[in-house]
């Protein structure tokens, strides 16, 4: 029956003991901009990567012009296939391995970035 903000007539103001039940149940990580950034980029590019290895789309440019036309993503990054390019591919692909997650199947980097990382390639 609890929820993030306790409302009253100030407006929503944090619940204290909502966030000190979430502070319990997950270690404390201090993350910088930049692997908060890898990992949404790395996050969807390696969905992107599942779509393209089970032929659900033909070009890694077509992800990313969904996701910009279509998911708002935003356009200075050109869209999360041409992002995971241009942040490194092994950049990315090393913060998807490292991110400590329950769910290590949502994280765990589609075969496709090997290949790709090993002979040097990229998405887009």
């Given at each position: 029956g609890l929820g993030f903000?306790?409302?009253?007539p100030d407006g929503p103001q944090p619940d204290?003991?909502?966030l000190e039940l979430l502070d319990a149940g997950r270690p404390k990580q201090d993350w910088d901009a930049g692997t908060?950034?890898?990992l949404f980029i790395g996050a969807i590019a390696n969905e992107?990567?599942?779509m393209l290895g089970e032929g659900m789309v033909?070009?890694?440019s077509d992800i990313d012009a969904i996701a910009l036309l279509g998911l708002e993503f935003p356009r200075d990054l050109g869209g999360p296939m041409l992002a995971?390019?241009?942040q490194g591919m092994f950049a990315v692909k090393r913060a998807l391995e490292q991110f400590d997650h329950p769910d290590r199947g949502f994280w765990d980097?589609?075969?496709l970035w090997a290949e790709r990382?090993?002979?040097g390639q990229v998405f887009v």
């Open positions: 903000y306790i409302w009253g204290i003991e909502v908060i950034l890898r992107g990567a599942r033909q070009r890694a995971a390019s241009e980097p589609h075969p990382v090993k002979n």
